[in-house]
């Protein structure tokens, strides 16, 4: 047996009460949108709602169902962060950014911070597929107590690797080396796993292919196949987001593309559910999906689900439903929201054949907005988005709608920087 973390308030999940209910279904520029599109249609999920609670709700239809989850909880830093919402800012003069609250790492001390992430490393490993890999993305802060909790809930026989992602730049310290390193501690389910050796293999130094055309006796006889490439050590390098200019969202401790590429493409197969229940600012969801897997992800903040969706709807993802853990008894979703318009709003956007026209200077406050219909269950479906391109100030100011929608009650949605969604009817 391995020795045991142990605390006083150490406790397993406790029972919660609710359900995961649809608010709306998103198709990205309208794609595969069918007016008979059903409402659980959630290959791919997006879900508002602390992850305790929706991996509880998860349970009955995907216990040990999971082949790859990737979790990136807060650090145990004590640090709180701001995401940044502004456009067209100099990325040299930070106090001059437009922020908003991202989400707090606070924790009165370790027991805090271990009764957060204890019972849901349990949850996660419930959902885990027999033949599944868990990766779990820490560092120097408490990565030390998760090894401990991993080895209890997993077996320390299942461990598999700990990688460290490596990464330059500036730092504050003076009385120590930098801290410049994530670790990653990576679990199985059992002796079965997935690893697809061939797809992450990468091109061997440039060094070491002229040493071995240049000498037979290199690598003490053995001669490896250098077009083939070699698999990746656990140490990897991936520039930080913040040198990523064409990846940045603005939430704070956005991880690169690159690494949850590698992560997914060698523990996952195409049409593989990958899921992530911090999600953030939507690394993993972006990258399933554009390796051709499907995605669950939840976060419980309001600013990493808005960024998530409006990545998504940059990219030009599949379709997704995207739904809210709803607590006790009462879990109906109040369709449409009690926020509409006022009529001096409403005056400013009008359809023109098959055309939605906005009036300019309501864009400036907007990340993006949207046009739908609702069924007769009161489930919004977004058919047409216009979102604000990183690089610029305003969103398109017109969206074109399907045909078939045009003669349909329409309804537009406008999602504002600062958290806020107004709605309205086109009459």
């Known amino acids: 047996m391995p020795p045991l973390l142990t605390w006083d308030t150490k406790s397993q999940p406790p029972p919660i009460q609710g359900q995961i209910k649809t608010e709306s279904l998103v198709f990205p520029k309208g794609v595969d949108y069918t007016p008979l599109a059903a409402t659980d249609f959630a290959s791919n999920r997006l879900i508002l709602g602390d992850n305790l609670a929706v991996m509880s709700a998860l ?4 216990e040990e169902s999971i082949p790859l989850i990737y979790a990136d ?3 145990f830093s004590n640090r709180r962060y701001p995401a940044r919402i502004g ?7 930070p106090k001059e950014w437009q922020l908003a609250e991202g989400y707090a790492d606070h924790w009165e ?3 805090a911070y271990l009764d957060m992430l204890y019972p849901r490393l349990v949850l996660m490993h419930r959902l885990l597929s027999p033949t599944g890999t868990f990766y779990l993305h820490l560092d120097w802060h408490a990565n030390a107590y998760a090894r401990l909790l991993l080895d209890e809930i997993f077996g320390a026989e299942q461990f598999l690797n700990e990688i460290i992602w490596v990464y330059h730049g500036p730092s504050p310290i003076r009385s120590a080396f930098n801290r410049k390193h994530d670790t990653i501690l990576v679990y199985t389910k059992s002796e079965k796993y997935t690893f697809n050796v061939d797809a992450v293999r990468q091109p061997y130094d440039p060094t070491t ?3 071995f055309a240049s000498s037979k006796k290199a690598g003490f006889g053995k001669i490896p196949d250098l077009a083939r490439g070699k698999v990746p050590e656990d140490w990897w390098y991936f520039p930080v987001v913040a040198r990523l200019h064409n990846e940045r969202t603005g939430y704070p401790t956005q991880k690169p593309l690159a690494l949850m590429e590698r992560i997914i493409l060698a523990s996952s197969n195409t049409g593989d559910a990958v899921a992530d229940f911090f999600c953030g600012s939507g690394t993993t969801a972006s990258a399933a999906m554009k390796l051709g897997r499907n995605f669950i992800t939840s976060d419980v903040t309001w600013r990493a689900i808005h960024t998530t969706k409006k990545r998504l709807l940059s990219e030009n993802c599949a ?3 995207y739904q809210i853990f709803k607590s006790g008894e009462n879990t109906a979703i109040n369709n449409p929201p009690t926020q509409t318009a006022s009529p001096e ?11 939605i026209e906005i009036d300019p200077t309501l864009l400036p406050s907007l990340d993006f907005w949207e046009a739908g219909i609702y069924t007769p269950d009161q489930i919004y479906h977004s058919v047409a988005q216009a979102v604000r391109p990183l690089k610029k100030k305003t969103a398109p100011d017109r969206l074109s709608i399907p045909w078939e929608l045009a003669k349909q009650p329409l ?5 504002q920087i600062d958290d806020e969604q107004v709605q309205l009817k086109l009459d």
């Not at 709003?345 to 055309?355: F, G, Q, W």
């Open 209 to 211: 292919i002229k040493t």
């Open 411 to 415: 309804w537009i949605r406008l999602t």
């Open 319 to 321: 379709p997704f439903v």
């Open 109 to 111: 001390d370790i027991d």
């Open 87 to 93: 456009r067209g800012e100099d990325s040299r003069k």
């Open 59 to 62: 349970l009955p239809q995907y």
């Open 73 to 75: 909880p807060p650090f």
């Open 345 to 355: 709003l409403s005056a400013m956007i009008r359809l023109v054949n098959e055309t």
